[in-house]
């Protein structure tokens, strides 16, 4: 069982940077690979980004490649979604999970969910 709690969202203006973190309970967080998604108003759940296990691979959405970096630390298990060039377009409730399986987009196939963090990007 892993617990996951995201923080970091806000309200930014176009351009600007934003960094999310999200932190995980339990001992067993270096056996996970980490996604991150968000959801729109009024849209479906998408992925962002992903991370191996060890941090060494990752995985992103063609909309926000050269834009987002996500990273690991296995000893604070926590993952991060550093996000530059932020666009109104981003805007979104952005949700950390993990997955068993390596560098995944697809959402069934993750097994724990944080609860959420909203990044509003104003014009």
């Known amino acids: 069982q892993v617990q996951l709690v995201e923080s970091g969202g806000g309200l930014v203006q176009a351009g600007d940077s934003l960094t999310l973190s999200c932190a995980a309970s339990g001992r067993t967080f270096s056996s996970y690979a980490m996604g991150w998604f968000r959801q729109a108003p009024g849209k479906e759940r998408e992925f962002v980004a992903a991370i191996s296990r060890s941090g060494d691979s990752t995985r992103y959405a063609d909309s926000v490649k050269g834009r987002f970096t996500i990273s690991r630390d296995n000893a604070k298990t926590t993952v991060y979604l550093q996000m530059n060039s932020l666009k109104p377009e981003d805007t979104a409730v952005y949700y950390c999970?993990?997955?068993?399986?390596?560098?995944?987009?697809?959402?069934?196939?993750?097994?724990?969910w944080g609860q959420g963090t909203q990044v509003t990007v104003s014009s």
């Open positions: 999970a993990a997955t068993r399986y390596p560098l995944i987009n697809v959402i069934p196939k993750y097994d724990f």
